[in-house]
Structures are given as C-alpha cells and as structure tokens.
C-alpha cells in the first residue's frame, strides 16, 4: 500500500480563491442529492442622504431563506425596520419558492425580537466568549410547512 504526503495548511488570511473552491466541491457533492440552487438576498435602507442606515444579508437555497446578518444603525433601531428588513426577506424568499426561513443570534443581541417575529428557538450553545449563548431559530413561511419544534 502507497504511503501518501498530506499536508495541513493553516491560515488566518481569508482567501476568496480557496473559500470558492471548497464551495464548489461541497455544492458538487451535495448536487447528487438535490441541486444547489444557492442564491445570494441582499437588503439595504438608505437614508435621504444614500447613506445605509440598515441592511440585511442572506441566501436562499433548498427552499429555505438563511439569514445571516442583519444590522440597523442605532440611531434608527426600534423603529420597525428590521420587522421591514425581515418580512421584505421572507416575502422575497416566498418568491424563490422557500418554505421556511433560519437565523442565529447570540443572548446580547435580537432573541426576543425574532421570537416577536414567528421565530422558534430550535437549538442553542453556550460557551461564546466563556459568557454568551448562541440561539439557533427558524420559522415556517407557509401555513403548510412544517411546525418549528421549540426546545
């Protein structure tokens, strides 16, 4: 049996190239399964400047909507335009033919309002900083989808 050099590279410099490639090996593989459909949603707010005062960033693929980041300005929270960022998403989401939608937050951030939302939590961890719990949420975007079993 041939003995085989294998090298682990580590870096903390993020390189599109690798980032990329890996992707396509991972969609690559997944695709014998289901096609990856993976489609980027970007949200922004701007103000009457056209500075952005909010924005939401996530992807759509296996009928689900992943929302990864969303930000609003302080100035301009708790005034209803995440509630707007998020239903735009989810409409759009709908759109693509999604039937349910996914997030995560950490405990000093947005729980409650997701929950406020339709939100479900379905899993956390805690240990982020030795302090702070990651709370995984999702949420059916049609009367048919499957219910969220909260934990």
């Known amino acids: 049996m041939k003995q085989d050099n294998h090298f682990i590279h580590i870096s903390d410099v993020a390189d599109d190239a690798e980032e990329k490639f890996i992707q396509q090996q991972l969609w690559s593989h997944s695709a014998q ?7 980027p949603l970007r949200l922004t707010l701007t103000a009457e400047a056209g500075n952005i005062i909010a924005g939401l960033l996530a992807s759509t693929w296996w ?4 929302i990864q980041y969303l930000w609003i300005d302080e100035q301009y929270r708790y005034g209803g335009l995440g509630r707007r960022l998020i239903q735009q998403a989810e ?3 709908i759109a693509r033919g999604c039937h349910q939608a996914y997030l995560d937050t950490f405990s000093f951030q947005a729980l409650g309002f997701y929950q406020k939302l339709g939100y479900r939590t379905y899993g956390r961890l805690a240990g982020y900083a030795h302090q702070f719990t990651r709370y995984y949420l999702a949420k059916p975007l049609l009367s048919d989808s499957p219910q969220i079993e909260e934990l």
Not at 63 to 66: C, F, K, R, T, V
């Open 33 to 39: 399964f289901e096609a990856v459909d993976m489609r």
């Open 63 to 66: 009928g689900s909507l992943e």
């Open 91 to 93: 409409a759009e989401a």
